[in-house]
């Protein structure tokens, strides 16, 4: 899935938003406390899978892949900053299923619902600029 939409939020103000986020997941799940710049690389348990930090560059970009036993999901969120508070945000995702039967669901789920899936994520973006 990939879902562009523009926002009227500054770059800086989104890519905080997402990486508190994270920084608050690993507080909770490891009880260790870290910098935003410290992410990269970071992996930690959520139950019930696994999250890796993978890539990093401040406010341009977030990636991260989580695993569970039966998927790995690869989401990415790339930010192009259009004017001093307007950003272009781009979220893409690819799902990997490890079981036959689920590869078969996933792309019946996507072909019937990967529009209201989109529309919806749209909606979840636009909430970012309520609190600017």
């Given amino acids: 899935m990939k879902v562009?939409?523009?926002l009227n939020v500054s770059a800086e103000y989104l890519f905080s938003r997402l990486v508190d986020n994270a920084v608050y997941d690993i507080?909770?799940?490891?009880?260790?406390?870290?910098?935003?710049?410290?992410?990269?690389?970071?992996s930690y348990k959520r139950t019930p899978a696994r999250l890796l930090i993978t890539k990093i560059?401040?406010?341009?970009?977030?990636?991260?892949?989580?695993?569970s036993k039966d998927e790995v999901l690869n989401a990415a969120y790339e930010l192009v900053e259009l004017a001093k508070d307007k950003v272009c945000v781009t979220y893409s995702e690819?799902?990997?299923?490890?079981?036959p039967l689920a590869?078969?669901?996933?792309k019946v789920a996507t072909k019937c619902l990967g529009w209201l899936r989109r529309y919806n994520f749209v909606k979840l973006l636009k909430n970012f600029e309520v609190g600017y």
């Fill in 27 to 42: 507080k909770q799940e490891t009880g260790k406390s870290i910098s935003a710049d410290e992410l990269e690389g970071v």
């Fill in 94 to 99: 690819s799902l990997l299923e490890k079981n």
């Fill in 57 to 67: 560059v401040k406010n341009r970009s977030y990636h991260y892949k989580l695993e």
């Fill in 103 to 106: 590869k078969f669901r996933l």
């Fill in 4 to 6: 562009s939409t523009t």
